[in-house]
């Protein structure tokens, strides 16, 4: 009976001695992974031991570091990403604004191109007309100065602009001419004061550029021989050099 109280102290003794050295605490025996997300309850982590404890607030610790840093980080790009949204609104609204002047300009010019084509490509000369008055009606040109067009246009039908007759059908131009038959008495000045040609005698030279080839010297025209090309734009005086020199 003595010996078996020996025995009995003895495993008391031991008992207490790891109670002391677990730190006086019972652990759950879960062990979890603050970097994965997971956490201790209230419950558990009143039973986990001091050193787990202490362990278990490293962790925590060095995760909100970890975390407060990628916090930071993504304030920094969200500064720099809003930084950039405002460059490109900056670059957007003048874009915007000169898209709708361009959306405008469309919607005008279509309208004009409208009006145009149902505009008269024709006249049938009635009794009292004459080229003038022709000229002046709002569906022609609006303006009787520019009847000398609907008479180089019509030539082959009017011998005297001055003397027009009922019933003869003529041609109403309504495009810019890209060519021009040279009639008697005409000059390079004079073809280029045409208001359908350039509108100004200043303008001959552009004539004599795209037509070298015709024209050896420009102030000696051959009438009724010559049909003369029209440039419109600088590109198209490159255009007729070098078909000349395509043609030589």
């Not at 490109?88 to 898209?99: A, M, S």
């Not at 037509?211 to 029209?230: A, E, G, H, S, T």
Request: aromatic share 8%; net charge negative.
């Amino acid at each position: 009976m003595e010996k078996l109280a020996r025995i009995a102290r003895l495993v008391a003794t031991v008992a207490v001695l790891a109670v002391v050295i677990t730190g006086c605490s019972r652990t759950s025996g879960r062990q979890v992974d603050v970097t994965a997300g997971e956490y201790y309850s209230e419950e558990e982590y009143l039973e986990l031991s001091n050193g787990e404890k202490e362990n278990y607030t490293v962790a925590l610790e060095q995760e909100l570091a970890k975390l407060q840093g990628q916090v930071e980080s993504r304030r920094t790009e969200l500064t720099a990403t809003r930084k950039q949204i405002e460059s490109l609104r900056n670059q957007i609204t003048p874009i915007e604004r000169e898209l709708l002047r361009v959306e405008s300009d469309i919607r005008t010019l279509t309208s004009q191109i409208a009006e145009l084509e149902a505009l008269p490509q024709a006249w049938n000369i009635v009794s009292g007309e004459c080229l003038w008055l022709i000229a002046g009606y709002e569906d022609v040109y609006s303006d009787p100065v520019k009847w000398p067009r609907i008479f180089r246009a019509n030539m082959d039908k009017i011998e005297d602009p001055h003397w027009i007759y009922p019933d003869t059908l003529l041609v109403v131009p309504r495009n810019w001419p890209t060519e021009h038959r040279v009639s008697t008495d005409e000059s390079l000045a004079i073809i280029a004061s045409y208001w359908e040609v350039y509108g100004s005698a200043l303008e001959w030279t552009k004539l004599y550029e795209g037509n070298k080839n015709l024209v050896k010297d420009p102030d000696f025209v051959l009438p009724d021989q010559l049909l003369l090309r029209i440039p419109r734009a600088e590109e198209d005086v490159e255009d007729a050099q070098n078909a000349q020199e395509a043609e030589e």
